[in-house]
């Protein structure tokens, strides 16, 4: 499950069920997106015990609201962990990887947009989580503003910037065709397929 599909999903779930729920669908999304990588056998097991455990908090402990707020968060801070440790020295940033699988090559002109393209978004989710975490606490960061009008703000902000970069980078580099939300769909979804060599 992309991290970008398992962030939405724990928002709007948040957004419309109640706090238990939150925690029995969420946590195994987690933990579905924090074991990408491993084989399928281990991710499910992994996702498996992420729902018993929400069960078990669920039953041992029904007031579960602050627990399913923190989730949102969580998932902000490992967005930014996904994204940030592909900054690293040696490492190919992850909008870069993606590029490579959308075009067959990396082209160089490409490069530095994409790897400042990762920090923005590394950047992005570590301002949304302490925002996301005081909202889902209850807290009012901005005076008089209704919590989930905020944060339905801040989760449109994100799809308006996903799909609006696509527009900058068709304007950037017009000599690799226009840039769709589908065709980077295909390249992410490319870049994490298991491959077969």
Excluded at 10 to 30: D, E, F, K, T, Y
Excluded at 76 to 91: I, K, N, Q, S, W
Aim: proline share 10%; with cysteine; glycine share 10%.
């Amino acid at each position: 499950m992309p991290w970008g599909v398992t962030i939405l999903a724990i928002g709007a779930a948040r957004l419309l069920g109640p706090p238990s729920l939150v925690l029995v669908l969420a946590l195994p999304a987690l933990a579905l997106a924090a074991s990408r990588g491993r084989g399928w056998p281990v991710r499910v097991v992994v996702a498996v015990l992420a729902l018993l455990g929400a069960l078990l908090w669920r039953h041992i402990e029904p007031g579960t609201a602050p627990a399913a707020a923190l989730l949102m968060p969580a998932g902000d801070l490992l967005m930014a962990l996904h994204f940030g440790a592909t900054l690293r020295p040696g490492r190919e940033p992850l909008i870069t990887g993606y590029t490579r699988h959308d075009f067959g090559r990396l082209p160089a002109e490409c490069v530095p947009y994409t790897r400042a393209l990762t920090a923005l978004w590394t950047g992005l989710f570590l301002l949304l989580a302490p925002l996301h975490a005081a909202l889902l606490l209850g807290l009012r960061p901005f005076p008089g503003h209704d919590p989930g009008l905020v944060l339905g703000a801040t989760l449109g902000f994100m799809l308006l910037l996903f799909l609006g970069e696509h527009v900058i980078r068709s304007l950037c580099f017009p000599q690799h065709g226009i840039a769709t939300p589908a065709r980077t769909l295909r390249a992410i979804r490319s870049a994490h397929l298991p491959r077969h060599d």
